[in-house]
DNA sequence: CGTTGTTTTGACTTTATTCAAGCATGGTGG
DNA sequence: CCACCATGCTTGAATAAAGTCAAAACAACG
């Protein structure tokens, strides 16, 4: 489902209102369900860029929903290893994975100020037994959670360093699509650092691999803005850098 | 929670029998409750090595707990890329993942011939409906799934072929535990091609890894048995070939 | 036994990492 | 306003790690 437009000024403090509404959590309710869901919502205070929103071990009192700006997750396991599990725009959802034993599993930071819509767990989960359509949306995007990082294990094992970063940016493209934007100019909004992080490589790598596509006129990368110039061969090169195990 | 005793011959027809109904949908509920719960299982015919249970796509009809034998999950990606997601042994869960849009995600083989029970999600729904302690377990069961799967990520992208093969040795230690076996001699039902292609490895350097701890006798390597000779020494390579992310 | 499938080993090549240095950019304070 | 430093990014050369190709060893099974 794709977003006819989006304008930041035509995000309201109402859910019906709300331009993100296909992409969020009233996507699939009737207009009086979402009355019903969109007096639960608050919208919080803005985050700063760098502020943490939840923290790993947290107690899972609110979901999230983004307004504007983004985020990113991380998890770190006992050895103390991080790992970005995916970065997030507006529209998407955060905290879910908590559901099940009502504990953040991941900390939740911003990438620049960024503000969110505020939703009880609580109150929510009082109001999905009410409303069927809001369990299946909810699982809907529980399962594409999933699916996601089914998919980020797929790139990180089965393509080299070039494959991994033309993944990334048409994803990032093809999100920015569903948000009603343009395809193009991907603003790479996070640092280089956690770009090397989220694909499991070294930063340096990040960077020579953007200049080599660069150079071959396949992105304009401008500090962190990035043109696609030749989105055909972004999708060659991304499913070339790929290994198929052999019987 | 470690099952106190697991011998083959004790599975029974019956949940609020079976030796393994402290790992599997059993756990946490009231006798009464898995009395309820067992008159919707049926122990379906055995399946025979390298058949499939459930293939990706399949509309979803019933989940299954594997009662003896073993299985592994593969997904593949439009590009043909093939990814293992785990195996899976007596007392694990299959088919969670489907549950939010009633469609298969994976492809489900056997090892080995394998014996599976069969809940029919239909009928487990409705019954879901009326035990909170049954959805409190399926939660539980299906977070297990979405962390077993981060770790699964923090792994291969952190660590380096060493400390995947010492991991995932541990995991299949420690599970044999949970089960109420022995920990030390691991049976590596999976060919080699099948530990290479869940760790992203190739087969040649599993192999080699596999000598090389062996040469350092931390472990011993029979066919498809290892013993674990040096647990310490499995950890200590587990958590040293990682890398840390600098600030 | 011979055939087939699987695993191990070896020599060589590719790829990405490491370490180190050099650029930008953007703010701060003299 | 400009020197200065901090931060983040790029580039280069040397190194280490894992991948490739090819062959040999091993096991399983009729």
């Known amino acids: 489902m794709v977003a006819p437009s989006l304008q930041l000024d035509q995000l309201s403090e109402t859910c019906s209102h709300c331009s993100l509404r296909y992409l969020c959590l009233p996507y699939g309710l009737s207009q009086d369900d979402i009355l019903e869901l969109e007096r639960l919502v608050s919208t919080g205070v803005p985050i700063r860029a760098s502020e943490e929103l939840f923290v790993q071990g947290d107690t899972l009192e ?70 069927p359509s809001l369990r299946h949306q909810l699982m809907r995007l529980m399962s594409q959670a999933l699916s996601d990082e089914e998919k980020l294990l797929l790139t990180l094992g ?53 200049t080599r596509l660069q150079r071959d006129g396949v992105i304009c990368v401008r500090q962190n803005d990035v043109d696609i110039l030749d989105i055909e061969a972004l999708r060659a090169r991304s499913s070339q850098g790929a290994w198929v195990a052999d019987q």
């Open 62 to 131: 609110d979901i999230y929903a983004i307004r504007d700006g983004s985020m990113k997750t991380v998890v770190v396991d006992e050895d103390g290893l991080e790992q970005i599990l995916g970065f997030y725009y507006p529209g998407d959802l955060l905290g879910l994975d908590g559901f099940a034993d009502q504990t953040h599993h991941c900390t939740a930071v911003a990438l620049k100020p960024t503000h969110v819509c505020r939703i009880p767990v609580g109150r929510l989960d009082r109001l999905v037994d009410k409303l």
């Open 158 to 210: 089965r393509k080299n360093s070039m494959g991994r970063i033309c993944s990334l940016l048409l994803t990032l493209s093809r999100r920015r699509e569903m948000r009603g934007l343009a395809s193009s100019p991907v603003s790479l909004s996070m640092k280089r650092l956690d770009l090397a992080n989220f694909l499991s490589m070294r930063l340096e790598t990040v960077s020579r691999v953007l």
